[in-house]
């Protein structure tokens, strides 16, 4: 469950602070909303500026939290500045602190992006790159997306925006999620995790949009990976859904056909990561969705304007599932 709304004039009496890596940018929009001074707090947890009271609670927003802010009884509510929250919940999340993310127009970015290896890999477009720097002349095979199959995996925001730009595109869309999301939306259809065996053989392209948790943790090995019969594999979720010795396997059998990989669990991975030598396999060094200073804001500003309002913000983490 996610936190409950902070009580009652709360943030009337809150000091702000942003964290490393945090641009001026976003300070000064805060400022701008809240109306008050905006502190900043570095890596050892050390708050500078012009603070307030020394007791008043604590909103912070910025990439991490510093374990001497972890252990803050100030703290009351914390805004990540990614979308992925996993490295922020290992090792648990304190009680009563409030978690929210920014997802902004990550979606829509994220989307766009799988539409374009897709349209790449019909159009054969790694081949005419291959071919012209090897100074080569030779027709590439190509094909239509239109009638095409993709499972996405993960059918909230981030998925649901993936489903949204290939289905523009003609593509028959899939959603894999949990049982109890409702039908509808861009899906042309949805299973759950449990009921893709039908699905895995006859997928053209695969789109992992899954957060990390316990559940998720390599859930393409090779039981799902080799059921697959010569899909794309895109991974623009997280880096630890995926092993990539099963991976590896499956694009040695044919399995999967080609891999665009986004994300890794090991960033950025190092000269002689094994992730360099899987065949037919691109990295994009988690360049799909990148967070824009207006995403940080206004999700921000939405989830302090619900907070006045006693509503739980919308992009409020449930810190038991993970997201």
Do not use: K
């Not at 009337?12 to 602070?17: H, P, Q, V």
């Not at 012009?50 to 703290?75: K, S």
């Not at 929210?100 to 890999?121: K, N, S």
């Not at 990295?283 to 006045?308: K, P, Y």
Request: proline share 7%.
């Amino acid at each position: 469950m996610s936190a409950p709304p902070l009580p009652a004039g709360l943030l009337d009496r809150a000091t702000l602070a942003v964290g490393p890596g945090t641009g001026p940018a976003v300070a000064g929009e805060l400022a701008a909303l809240t109306g008050r001074p905006v502190l900043a707090y570095d890596t050892a947890g050390r708050l500078t500026g012009a603070h307030g009271a020394a007791d008043a609670p604590l909103v912070l927003v910025g990439p991490t939290l510093p374990p001497a802010l972890r252990g803050d009884p100030r703290v009351r509510w914390f805004h990540s500045v990614n979308a992925g929250v996993d490295a922020l919940l290992d090792g648990g999340w304190p009680a009563g602190v409030l978690l929210t993310r920014t997802v902004g127009r990550m979606g829509e970015r994220i989307g766009q992006y799988a539409l374009a290896w897709v349209l790449a890999d019909c159009q054969g477009v790694p081949g005419h790159l291959a071919r012209t720097a090897a100074r080569t002349w030779r027709r590439e095979p190509s094909e239509l997306a239109a009638g095409q199959t993709a499972l996405v995996y993960g059918t909230g925001r981030i998925g649901t925006a993936v489903a949204e730009a290939l289905r523009a595109a003609g593509v028959r869309t899939v959603g894999v999620g949990r049982g109890e999301h409702a039908p509808g939306g861009p899906f042309d259809e949805r299973v759950t995790a449990e009921e893709d065996g039908a699905w895995l053989g006859r997928a053209r392209f695969v789109v992992d949009a899954l957060p990390l948790t316990e559940a998720t943790r390599d859930f393409f090995a090779d039981t799902r990976l080799s059921a697959l019969g010569g899909a794309t594999f895109l991974n623009v979720g997280r880096g630890g859904t995926v092993s990539l010795p099963a991976l590896g396997r499956a694009l040695a059998a044919g399995q999967v056909s080609a891999a665009v990989l986004d994300v890794l669990a090991d960033e950025p991975p190092a000269p002689g990561h094994p992730v360099w030598e899987l065949p037919r396999t691109t990295v994009t060094s988690h360049s799909a969705g990148i967070t824009a200073d207006t995403d940080i804001t206004e999700d921000f500003r939405a989830g302090w304007q619900a907070l006045r309002e006693g509503r739980v913000p919308e992009l409020a983490v449930r810190v038991g599932r993970g997201y």
